[in-house]
């Protein structure tokens, strides 16, 4: 009898203290969280503001139902996520994967309202990542995780742009943003009046490792959204409240999505809670025709986790942290850019902000990716994990390929002194793994 955990034999050591970007196990070996945990933890571990957040609302009221009572601090963070980021209102659930669907069933019943009951599918793309739930993994195309699971609904169709590995073979200069006309070829294809929305990650987190889109193409979406009357649902769960050094991903454009998936940025590990954001659009159409928006869960809106999150955004304010994301990230990111330089094993590094990808390939003369059975991004995650220092795999079969990489996206507020230690043990974790890749791929 135990705990389910990922990797069947796999000893984990049990971390008993996490503190600012260093996490501790029992027997006092430390790590660097070089990833947020699952690139949640923007604010680093243990921030003695939210822990008082949340013990003062713990005993005010620990639990209080969203049909029974409404309560403080739901209702100060709807107001306050609103007023930052441009939204009407907000509605809170507990994992990213809820929230997609949150999203996904609010576009339904948006086009339900406007009398346009067909428009029900939703369209995502063929590298991307929305959550393990049904709804939310039928629209992921994330090969290595959909392959587990049964009865999934749909398959994104839609081309993710990688300019350096583009899906329609287009050269960069000249292809007239080909990978965002196909979304308008998709959309007269199936026809807009079946049509409800169109799902993005503006800059793609896990399939990925944090490919941000060529200039232009998130605006180009919008253009595209606006002209078949599509909503246009940004999924922000990993890159949403400062990761990418904006507050959202998609001020980088100055791109307005209509409906905004917030998740590990509104609780930076602390406490369970996502959520969404809708226009005015959205929920202006839904008050004036008395609509109630009736989808939730027992702890959604929930007091405490919305105190917890109330408190992270105190500190992403008062610390001015998304500014130091976009500042500290570009030291990080030339620091890894110096680092993959004279590293063949190492290429093409991507992202923005605190959070970055380094794609793995075998050299950089093929720039052929590995066997996906070598395990390229969980072999460097294990020696750097060797080393003390956490960083994430992702392996999102980018064209047909292993696509490994890892994910470097440290707490925004990690010293300078941390993120040189950081990057001299992913250097040494690198080194380590090629040499294992090299010599099994000789078999
Ligand atoms: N959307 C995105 C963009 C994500 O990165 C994730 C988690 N990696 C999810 C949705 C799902 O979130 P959760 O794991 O909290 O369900």
Not at 307 to 329: C, F, H, K, P, Y
Request: net charge neutral; aromatic share 6%; glycine share 8%.
């Amino acid at each position: 009898m135990t705990l389910m955990m990922p990797r069947l034999g796999h000893v984990y050591p049990t971390a008993v203290s996490a503190i600012g970007s260093v996490v501790q196990d029992a027997a006092g070996r430390e790590w660097i969280d070089g990833s947020s945990g699952a690139i949640a933890c923007s604010i680093g571990h243990g921030h003695p503001h939210v822990l008082e957040g949340i013990h003062d609302q713990l005993q005010k009221a620990s639990f209080l139902y969203r049909t029974q009572f409404a309560s403080e601090p739901a209702l100060r963070l709807a107001e306050r996520l609103c007023v930052k980021l441009g939204y009407d209102a907000a509605f809170f659930v507990n994992s990213g994967s809820e929230a997609v669907e949150t999203a996904v069933r609010l576009a339904q019943q948006f086009w339900r309202e406007a009398g346009k009951p067909s428009k029900t599918q939703v369209l995502s793309r063929t590298i991307s990542y929305h959550g393990s739930t049904a709804a939310a993994l039928s629209l992921s195309g994330h090969w290595p995780r959909r392959r587990t699971a049964a009865a999934l609904t749909g398959t994104p169709t839609l081309p993710t742009p990688n300019c350096q590995r583009c899906p329609l073979r287009q050269k960069r200069d000249e292809c007239q943003l080909a990978c965002a006309n196909a979304v308008e070829q998709e959309i007269e294809r199936r026809g807009a009046d079946n049509i409800a929305a169109l799902l993005v990650e503006p800059i793609v987190g896990a399939s990925a490792a944090g490919l941000v889109p060529p200039e232009g193409y998130i605006k180009r979406l919008r253009e595209i959204c606006d002209r078949h009357d599509i909503l246009l649902i940004a999924d922000e769960v990993l890159t949403g409240l400062g990761r990418t050094g904006r507050w959202l991903a998609m001020d980088h454009e100055g791109v307005k999505a209509d409906i905004v998936i917030l998740g590990k940025g509104l609780n930076a590990g602390y406490f369970p809670i996502s959520g969404i954001l809708a226009s005015e659009r959205i929920n202006g159409l839904l008050t004036r025709n008395q609509a109630s928006f009736a989808l939730g869960h027992t702890h959604s809106n929930h007091p405490v986790a919305a105190a917890a999150a109330n408190a992270v955004l105190d500190i992403l304010e008062q610390d001015s942290l998304v500014e130091r994301a976009a500042t500290m990230g570009a030291y990080l990111g030339d620091r890894l850019r110096a680092m993959i330089d004279d590293m063949p094993f190492a290429t093409h590094l991507r992202g923005k902000g605190m959070l970055w990808g380094v794609e793995l390939v075998q050299d950089d003369i093929s720039y052929s990716p590995w066997p996906s059975e070598l395990n390229a991004a969980d072999t460097v995650v294990r020696h750097a994990f060797d080393l003390g220092l956490i960083v994430y795999p992702s392996s999102g079969f980018i064209n047909g390929t292993s696509g490994d990489a890892v994910i470097v996206a440290p707490p925004f507020n990690t010293p300078q002194a941390v993120l040189d230690t950081l990057v001299d043990r992913l250097t040494t974790a690198l080194e380590l793994a090629s040499r294992e890749l090299h010599r099994k791929l000789k078999g």
